[in-house]
Nanobody
Framework: QLQLVESGGGLVQPGGSLRLSCAAS????????IGWFRQAPGKEREGVSC????????DYADSVKGRFTISRDNAKNTVYLQMNSLKPEDTAVYYC????????????????WGQGTQVTVSS
């Protein structure tokens, strides 16, 4: 059974850092494109970052460029989202998603989704 499990969320002060992990089971992540998304209360789910399965190319939402970094460790079957210089507006539930196609980019059209991890940025 294909499963994605996010971890690493929590409460952090503005300017702080967190590293989110997305661990896969039941399939090999390196054959899938992976996206990170977030959803704040009352807002639509938005794409944060993605990494392709083919050449490892990445993309970021303008709001996180220069602060967030996506990476994958195929040996651990895990994708990470390093988040630095966090702001209160980064507060949301963060989801990772996987798809065999590298076509969706930052669009929330991926086939497989995790349950999410809460990130709260507050002093």
């Amino acid at each position: 059974q294909l499963q994605l499990v996010e971890s690493g969320g929590g409460l952090v002060q503005p300017g702080g850092s967190l590293r989110l992990s997305c661990a896969a089971s039941g399939f090999t992540l390196d054959y899938y494109a992976i996206g990170w998304f977030r959803q704040a209360p009352g807002k639509e789910r938005e794409g944060v970052s993605c990494i392709s399965s083919s050449d490892g190319s990445t993309d970021y939402a303008d709001s996180v460029k220069g602060r967030f970094t996506i990476s994958r460790d195929n040996a651990k079957n895990t994708v990470y989202l390093q988040m630095n210089s966090l702001k209160p507006e980064d507060t949301a539930v963060y989801y990772c998603a996987a798809d065999e196609l590298s076509a969706w980019g930052l669009l929330p059209l991926y086939d497989h989704w995790g349950q999410g991890t809460q990130v709260t940025v507050s002093s």
